[in-house]
């Protein structure tokens, strides 16, 4: 490696980045590095960054990377907020050196591509089953060694933590959206491109960048029928939010100027204007949308060379689906799947494609989209999250974190190019983290899901509003309590009510107690979150109790007890939280808690019987496998059970002798 010219003095990029602040703070962190339990000396892991040879130094024969590795990224993100200024505010001069890190990580990536392998660390796991009282409840370890994707996903969220919003810079447009655009009704250039892209913006659900875009094409072109189109279109409902009656007056305005611009002679663009015409008709908002997916499905039938056209009807149909109503479901289904046999790397039609499968309850049909669908368009951040709703219903839980955490990144790079950063964030940021950090706890990734909650705090901070940072910031106190006790131990108070945050505190701090073996303090922690004022037909609140009272009974040896709680969690999680997949609202399926203190009985049948059911909707989790592994050993089923250990082995992130009955 140390002969690769991409890492040579010589080169431009070497000369820039040791220009820029970032380097720095990756440097710094390099000479600096502990291992991941904080017992090594310090030491340098590379060389420098001129030659790379201290990463195959390092490197095992097992083509497996030390987590020394790991910690230069995350480190180095922790570093950067000293740095750089705090996220969402102004950024100049900065912009191009994140954009030359960026380009820098990602190039440095494809070189540790040759060097790190995509396998998980296997270590030998120990039997389980006797009912007996522990004195801690052990924590979940990180693995001594991991894999590129997590460095991939750990610079994404570095980098996006450089990323910051330049005041009074315009939009641009940018590579990397994917596909969108038909042919208008215009001989500007520019009207085209900026429609064009307005089309690509909203299948990449950058709601407001799209309106911003097809204003400029209106404006380049003020005779434009389908500029003006396109403005009433982005204005509208989309398949996650509705509009109000203000804004539907707003674009009923765009479309009956569209109107007033049409020929006699565009029969395609005249039926697609008074479609949307009647979508806005005087009235509430969202009533006609069933009848404005099937005028546009009748128009993609009447244009069947005009992809783009099915794509739009396909999202115009599934938006009533939303709210329950799928009569448009299998209709867009058919719509999408003959587009994709024909243009497979469609991005927007992968994007509903992924939508409309999860709906229609086959989501891994969509897996060969979903594989491909972030490279096709790696500056959509929405397009690069979205194969992790594929990913998670196929118990690929790693790769649905890493998507995520480079959504983030491409989020970052898109403030950075002057697109909407919102507030505090970009529309869909917290949905990213929170399904993220959900997708590393499951797979066990240690060090990505305490990055998730550490830029969490950086993006929503304790001086923010309680109802802004709930839902994101609650999310990542699960991976706080199982491993970082220290820190859940720390989690203040929120200076607002908010449920979600007391709740989720509590928790934490309760399953971080029960790491030293404070039984009393978990109990009081699980009796506290019952004091917690909620809304009427919260279930989270109940499930949080409960799994943290059978945690307790575990740690103590009742697993009878334990059973009881699980079990009323795990019901609770399983009727009313059974369509929560958006990422699911409580954390992992706790029939698996179910499982494993049938497994701490001695019952390996009902263990097995409970592991299989618990894998039945959350297909391949690893701990799951590790109940179900020991169970079926537990009745003499040696290769059957060993084969499901090893399966586990292979899926689990962390150090799996870490992995203990009492924990899962």
């Known amino acids: 490696m140390g002969s690769d010219r991409r890492w040579s003095h010589g080169t431009q990029r070497q000369a820039a980045l040791r220009a820029s602040p970032l380097k720095n703070g990756f440097k710094r962190f390099v000479e600096n590095a502990r291992d991941a339990e904080g017992g090594m000396e310090r030491r340098r892991v590379f060389s420098g960054l001129d030659g790379g040879d201290g990463l195959a130094r390092h490197a095992d024969p097992g083509r497996k990377i030390d987590l020394r590795v790991f910690g230069i990224l995350a480190a180095a993100a922790a570093d950067l907020p000293a740095r750089l200024p705090a996220f969402g505010e102004g950024r100049s001069s900065r912009v191009s050196e994140t954009a030359l890190a960026f380009r820098f990580a990602i190039g440095s990536w494809r070189v540790l591509k040759r060097v790190v392998g995509a396998s998980a660390v296997l270590f030998a796991a120990c039997a389980t089953g006797s009912v007996t009282p522990a004195t801690t409840l052990p924590s979940l370890k990180a693995s001594a060694v991991s894999v590129e994707d997590t460095i991939r996903a750990l610079a994404a969220m570095c980098l996006a933590e450089g990323s910051k919003t330049p005041k009074g810079q315009t939009l641009t447009r ?9 042919k208008i009704d215009s001989a500007s250039a520019d009207a085209q491109s900026w429609f064009d892209y307005g089309l690509q913006l909203s299948h990449s659900f950058y709601h407001e960048d799209a309106k911003r875009a097809m204003k400029a094409a209106a404006e380049a072109d003020p005779t434009c029928a389908m500029c003006a189109w396109g403005e009433a279109w982005t204005l509208g409902p989309t398949l996650n939010y509705q509009i109000d009656e203000a804004e539907r007056v707003a674009a009923r305005a765009a479309a009956d100027r569209a109107r007033t611009l049409v020929t006699p002679a565009d029969a395609r663009g005249l039926a697609l204007i008074e479609a949307i015409q009647a ?13 404005f997916g099937k005028a546009m499905l009748a128009i993609a039938h009447a244009q069947p060379d005009e992809a783009e056209i099915a794509v739009l009807a396909s999202h115009a149909l599934l938006i009533p689906v939303r709210a329950d109503n799928e009569q448009g479901l299998k209709p867009a289904l058919a719509l999408l799947e003959s587009v994709l046999a024909k243009l497979p790397n469609d991005t927007g039609a992968i994007h509903y494609y992924i939508h409309a499968t999860e709906f229609d309850g086959r989501a891994e049909d969509a897996i060969a989209f979903a594989d491909r669908l972030g490279e096709l368009a790696p500056g959509a951040s929405h397009l690069v999250h979205m194969p992790a709703h594929t990913f998670f219903h196929a118990g690929r839980y790693q790769e649905a974190a890493v998507v995520n955490a480079e959504a983030i990144g491409a989020d970052g790079a898109w403030i950075a190019a002057g697109g909407d950063g919102g507030a505090p964030a970009p529309m869909y940021y917290a949905h990213n ?3 993220g950090v959900t997708a590393a706890l499951m797979s066990g990734d240690r060090e990505l899901a305490l990055k998730y909650a550490s830029h969490a705090q950086l993006v929503w901070p304790e001086t923010m509003p309680a109802d802004r940072r709930g839902y994101p910031v609650s999310r990542t106190y699960a991976a706080l309590g199982r491993y970082a006790p220290d820190k859940a131990m720390t989690i203040p108070e929120a200076k607002e009510a908010n449920y979600r945050l007391s709740v989720y505190r509590h928790y934490a701090r309760g399953e971080a107690m029960l790491t030293s073996g404070d039984v009393a303090g978990a109990r009081a922690e699980a009796r506290a979150i019952g004091g917690v004022k909620h809304p009427a037909g919260e279930s989270e609140p109940m499930i949080a109790r409960n799994v ?15 059973t009881r709680r699980f079990l009323a969690a795990a019901n609770e999680q399983e009727t009313k939280l059974a369509d929560s997949w958006d990422p699911p609202l409580w954390w992992y399926p706790v029939r698996r808690s179910v499982a494993a203190a049938h497994l701490k009985a001695g019952d390996f049948v009902r263990a097995e019987m409970e592991a299989k059911v618990s894998l039945s909707a959350w297909k391949h989790d690893p701990l799951a496998l590790w109940v179900l592994g020991k169970a079926q050993i537990g009745q003499g089923r040696m290769a059957e059970g060993g084969a499901r250990l090893d399966e586990a082995r292979r899926l689990w992130r962390g150090d799996f002798d870490s992995i203990s009955v009492e924990a899962i």
Do not use: C, D
């Open 174 to 182: 940018e590579p990397g959206m994917g596909t969108g655009g038909f």
């Open 433 to 435: 983290l929170a399904f």
């Open 279 to 291: 979508r806005y008709a005087e009235g509430k908002p969202g009533v006609s949308e069933p009848a």
């Open 548 to 562: 943290l009272e059978g945690r307790i009974a575990m740690l103590e040896g009742n697993a009878a007890k334990a």
